[in-house]
């Protein structure tokens, strides 16, 4: 339901793919304009239980502890899955039909995000949006449009 009212808002429109770690994940899900993503951020979801693995492709919500997903999601690109997750929590809620191709494509030269590495600070990322990002990270990759089917 969440990823649906997200589409139908258009909350995924220029949204940056922030964190590509080939062979790992790319990671998205902090709206652009930070007035939007503050609402979103305090709108938290129960966990769902882990029913299908972390395979290739597969669409999650990103979470950082017990009952903490809101907007954040990543998209599994390890060729042979990230099945490690599934006891973690993560539970996948779609899977990319076609495009992988596509996914793995998304510009992955920034790396790990601050302070581990020189990508994106998702604080910073929530506290100024995209004019943050295409000031600092002009190669990320974005979506144009994202629809649900």
């Not at 220029?14 to 590509?20: A, K, M, P, Y």
């Not at 539970?91 to 992988?100: A, D, H, Q, Y």
């Amino acid at each position: 339901k969440r990823f649906e009212d997200l589409v139908e808002k258009d909350f995924w429109k220029g949204d940056r793919i922030f964190r590509v770690l080939p062979g790992f994940v790319s990671q998205f899900g902090i709206n652009g304009d930070p007035t939007v993503q503050s609402f979103w951020r305090s709108q938290s979801m129960a966990d769902d239980p882990v029913r299908v693995s972390n395979a290739r492709g597969t669409v999650v919500f990103a979470t950082s502890g017990k009952n903490t997903r809101t907007t954040q999601m990543f998209v599994n690109t390890n060729q042979k899955g990230n099945s490690f997750l599934d006891n973690q929590g993560f539970s996948p809620v779609g899977e990319v039909i076609s495009g992988m191709d596509v996914v793995d494509r998304f510009y992955s030269g920034y790396g790990e995000g601050a302070p581990s590495g020189k990508g994106p600070n998702q604080g910073l990322i929530q506290a100024k949006g995209n004019a943050y990002l295409e000031t600092a990270y002009p190669k990320l990759s974005y979506f144009s449009s994202v629809n649900f089917k």
